[in-house]
Every structure is written in C-alpha cells, then in structure tokens.
C-alpha cells in the first residue's frame, strides 16, 4: 500500500504535461529539370571557369543532341 501512495505523491506533484499539436507532414517538393533547363541554370550559377563545370556542360549539350529527332530529309540518296 506505502507503493501507491508513493506513486500517487510523485504524479501529484510533477507538472503535467501540455499536449502539443503535431504538425502534419508535408511532402517535400521537387522541382524536374529537363537538360536544356538544367544548362541554364548551370550556365546562369556555375564558374565559367570551372572545368568541372565546362564537363557538364558538354555532357549535356552531348544529350541534347542525341535526344533531337533525326530528319529523313537530311540523307541525300
């Protein structure tokens, strides 16, 4: 009995707890770049003189390129 009484003295005179909203949770949010938006913005924030940047850059006009349709016109027969 001298247990419950001691338990019931601590809970009495700890303070209580306030119960806190919880915030939903939010997806977060992502942006698609396709390769001619993300030269640009390579090219709007990245060092010209940057050689790493001047590789990315040529891989993705590399992918651009390959991503254009080839014309049928162009072969001369």
């Given at each position: 009995?001298?247990?419950k009484v001691f338990?019931?003295?601590?809970?009495?005179?700890?303070?209580?707890k306030r119960k806190v909203r919880r915030k939903f949770y939010t997806l977060p949010s992502f942006r698609k770049l396709d390769a001619e938006g993300a030269k640009a913005?390579?090219?709007a924030k990245g060092?010209?003189?940057d050689?790493?940047?001047?590789?990315?850059?040529?891989?993705?006009?590399?992918?651009?390129e390959?991503?254009?349709?080839?014309s049928t016109l162009?072969?001369?027969a």
């Open positions: 009995m001298t247990q338990d019931y003295a601590l809970t009495s005179c700890m303070p209580k913005a390579l090219e060092d010209p003189g050689p790493e940047v001047q590789k990315m850059i040529a891989t993705i006009e590399q992918l651009i390959n991503k254009k349709p080839k162009d072969k001369s």
